[in-house]
């Protein structure tokens, strides 16, 4: 009754009909993933039609397998399994499951029928596993590449994040310039036995991968984590300071490096500001409303100072106002710290806003909201 | 059908050879009105015939050879590999010609970005979908309090003005094809964009980075002033709020205003009843955090982001056919009762949305929090706008 190609065709149907009733009632929230498996069963169903109708394109002999061999062994199926499970796992826990699920069945899928495929080609065994290769090892070598390199940066980035900031730099340096010479060894020695080559690859890839599980094991270094408990990445802590462990240099993020509107230093007791494409010192600086500006506070007078940014005040209840104030922490002289200015209204007659230097009379710089 | 592809393609090539010859195009790059957009006219012209007559070179030899040697059934051809001395020439050719261009093409490059020349600066922020100006403190303009306007950018002809460009929300791009090429407006950071006008005029442009819906009716207008005339310009700016007599249907409609529009819309100097300074909150209203300020409003010629005129049609061309020497007494006269664009401003206060596209259905801003992208339907009634359009013509 049914032809050989009209199975494949049905099974996918069949398939994507459940998917589509399980997005729809457990996952979906929006049409477009069920417009798309709703599209996938409908051209499916198109075709399982047209070849039921053609007979697989048969002149109405029936015919007959080219190959009757016992098909090869596949762990395909297995990894379908796990992949529809996790698919239904992932439902009731997170959607990065799921979609873990998805991408391993629809591997399942492509792998595990173009290898049924290939294996009823033709009766030459190795003619069908070379077609399987030359239609598989395009996909199959820039997904494995992508995965493997997507590992080691993920390792990498657990090393370093376990070390300390120093160690982590020489650890990078070294691991990169070993990486460097297997790679110069490996092209201007291009007679290298195979093996070797293997060898050290695997070696190597093993070792990083090995040491970035240690460094997840381990965990993030000490002062990331007081950082990230102390809120210290939002520069807003006005007040004493609380915690030796504050990043001075935030400049390093290159975001911040590259969007600099303004420049406050401090030199010799006297606060200046320049800002991009103004030339010359300002005693104020205009700053567009509801929109971030990045100011970065730069301290060039011997001593620990920190730049205040006084914004008026705010409702907080009914009657209630609080005073609006950014603050960068205590810095030293040669170090810089970013503040990011967001003021949503200009300020009220007879308010400015300010940037000043607690305990530097007379220093202060007017921030204009137009 | 051979006759009809011909004359299909000599129809489409004489339509494109005519539309050069348009006289109104005032987004034509190839007609620059300031130094900037000179230099790189000046660019552009030579690259483009070199570039022109490369490819009829190309092309004219590709069909010949396509019509020469077709298939007829001969026999093929001897194969040849390789010719050194051609392979050779044919690579240091295009080189060359590429050393010449990149050469000049750098230079442009490096003269466009100076800024130390700078005379004038301004503050231009994108958003979806209009462009805000911002003047800092300059007293050498007589600039003594920051002005702040929308739509249309008004700067004094024969002076080098930077604009330091930034976004709100989305990239857009800045782009008065007469007097500079195109810079991005990018959110978190602050571009800098150098124009300078020989004369006075007004000059268009347009949004040239898709930011959206309405990406298409995001345009902008340059309107340079004599120096004499951009002074008048600001004093006028500068000029305190003045409230409508009382018992006028202008006094009805500032009331109306402050009910409805001044949740997002500032109007600098406005007081309430109790003598206190309003100030507009749209951040808690509008994604970008801003709205147009409409002080001075009837000084501008446009509004909602420069898509609509301010001006009717007639005035409207009296101002953008003007010559040099009349044009600034004819702009600063602003908009008048008689010269108002009435159905477009009472269309826009009726139903905003249906005649631009914006995110204003309260519906569909789950995403953003209620917020919206443009302006929403204020349900007004005809009373109301009739009160609002006799206010609005009082802000000049």
């Given at each position: 009754?049914?032809?050989?190609?009209?199975?494949?065709?049905?099974?996918?149907?069949?398939?994507?009909?459940?998917?589509?009733?399980?997005?729809?009632?457990?996952?979906?929230?929006?049409?477009i993933g069920g417009t798309a498996l709703l599209g996938l069963v409908s051209a499916t169903a198109l075709l399982t039609g047209l070849v039921l109708f053609t007979r697989d394109g048969s002149n109405g002999e029936d015919g007959?397998?080219?190959?009757?061999?016992?098909?090869?062994?596949?762990?395909?199926?297995?990894?379908?399994?796990?992949?529809?499970?996790?698919?239904?796992?992932?439902?009731?826990?997170?959607?990065?499951v799921t979609l873990l699920g998805v991408v391993l069945l629809l591997a399942a899928l492509v792998e595990w029928s173009v290898l049924s495929w290939s294996e009823r080609a033709s009766s030459d065994v190795a003619f069908n596993a070379a077609l399987r290769k030359r239609l598989l090892n395009p996909i199959e070598f820039p997904v494995i590449a992508a995965v493997g390199l997507g590992v080691i940066i993920l390792s990498f980035a657990q090393i370093t994040l376990a070390l300390e900031k120093s160690t982590g730099a020489i650890v990078f340096i070294v691991i990169g310039t070993l990486i460097l010479s297997a790679g110069v060894l490996f092209s201007v020695r291009p007679s290298l036995k195979r093996g070797l080559v293997t060898g050290i690859c695997?070696?190597?890839?093993?070792?990083?991968?090995?040491?970035?599980?240690a460094g997840a094991g381990v965990g993030l270094r000490e002062d990331l984590i007081h950082a990230k408990e102390e809120g210290h990445y939002i520069h807003q802590e006005c007040g004493a300071e609380k915690s030796k462990y504050f990043d001075k240099l935030p400049l390093e993020g290159v975001s911040a490096t590259s969007s600099v509107d303004t420049h406050i230093d401090l030199i010799d007791g006297k606060l200046v500001a320049s800002v991009q494409g103004i030339a010359g010192d300002q005693k104020t600086i205009t700053v567009p409303r509801s929109n971030p500006t990045n100011i970065v506070f730069r301290n060039k007078t011997e001593g620990e100072y920190r730049l205040v940014a006084s914004l008026g005040s705010k409702m907080v209840a009914d009657g209630v106002k609080e005073d609006v104030v950014q603050c960068t922490q205590l810095i030293e002289k040669g170090f810089e710290q970013l503040l990011i200015l967001n003021i949503p209204k200009p300020a009220e007659a007879g308010k400015p806003f300010t940037l000043t230097v607690p305990g530097l009379a007379g220093q202060s710089i007017e921030v204009i909201v137009p | 059908m051979r006759r009809r592809v011909v004359g299909a393609v000599s129809g489409i090539a004489s339509a494109m050879f005519l539309a050069g010859c348009a006289t109104n195009a005032p987004q034509d790059t190839f007609q620059p009105k300031g130094p900037n957009a000179k230099i790189i006219d000046d660019l552009q012209k030579p690259v483009f015939a070199v570039a022109g007559i490369i490819g009829v070179i190309v092309t004219v030899a590709v069909v010949i050879a396509v019509i020469k040697f077709r298939d007829k059934g001969q026999p093929i051809p001897h194969q040849s590999h390789g010719n050194p001395a051609l392979e050779i020439t044919l690579t240091i050719i295009p080189a060359l010609i590429l050393t010449v261009v990149g050469v000049f093409t750098f230079r442009t490059v490096f003269d466009l970005a100076k800024t130390d020349d700078t005379e004038m600066i301004i503050n231009v922020t994108g958003q979806q979908w209009w462009w805000e100006y911002?003047?800092?403190?300059?007293?050498?303009?007589?600039?003594t309090k920051p002005i702040i306007t929308s739509g249309q950018l008004v700067i004094p002809a024969g002076t080098k003005v930077l604009l330091r460009q930034t976004s709100r929300d989305v990239i857009h791009s800045y782009w008065i094809p007469a007097l500079n090429g195109k810079r991005d407006a990018v959110p978190g950071r602050v571009h800098l964009n150098r124009i300078e006008a020989d004369k006075p005029g007004i000059y268009a442009g347009q949004c040239t980075e898709f930011c959206g819906l309405s990406h298409a009716n995001m345009r902008m207008e340059a309107v340079a002033l004599s120096k004499e005339d951009f002074a008048k310009w600001v004093a006028n700016q500068l000029k305190p709020y003045t409230p409508p007599a009382e018992n006028t249907l202008a006094k009805e409609g500032e009331t109306v205003f402050m009910n409805q529009c001044v949740r997002c819309h500032q109007v600098n100097g406005m007081k309430r009843a109790d003598g206190t300074p309003i100030i507009a909150a749209p951040d808690e209203s509008v994604v970008s955090g801003a709205a147009p300020n409409l002080s001075h409003l009837m000084t501008r010629n446009t509004f909602a982001g420069a898509m609509f005129d301010l001006l009717n049609k007639s005035c409207r061309e009296d101002v953008w056919n003007a010559d040099s020497e009349s044009f600034g007494a004819k702009y600063l006269s602003g908009v008048s009762e008689e010269c108002l664009n009435q159905k477009d401003l009472r269309g826009w206060l009726r139903n905003a949305p249906e005649m631009k596209p914006m995110y204003a259905n309260p519906a569909l801003l789950t995403s953003t929090g209620g917020k919206y992208r443009g302006m929403p339907n204020l349900g007004l009634t005809e009373a109301d706008i009739e009160k609002l359009v006799a206010y609005l013509l009082t802000l000049k």
């Open positions: 009754m049914f032809s050989t190609g009209s199975k494949y065709f049905f099974g996918i149907t069949f398939l994507g009909a459940i998917a589509f009733a399980v997005y729809m009632l457990l996952i979906g929230e929006s049409a007959v397998a080219a190959s009757t061999a016992t098909p090869t062994s596949s762990i395909w199926p297995l990894i379908a399994a796990v992949g529809a499970t996790l698919l239904l796992v992932g439902t009731i826990t997170s959607t990065v695997v070696f190597g890839a093993v070792g990083i991968v090995a040491a970035g599980i | 911002d003047y800092p403190v300059q007293t050498e303009y007589g600039i």
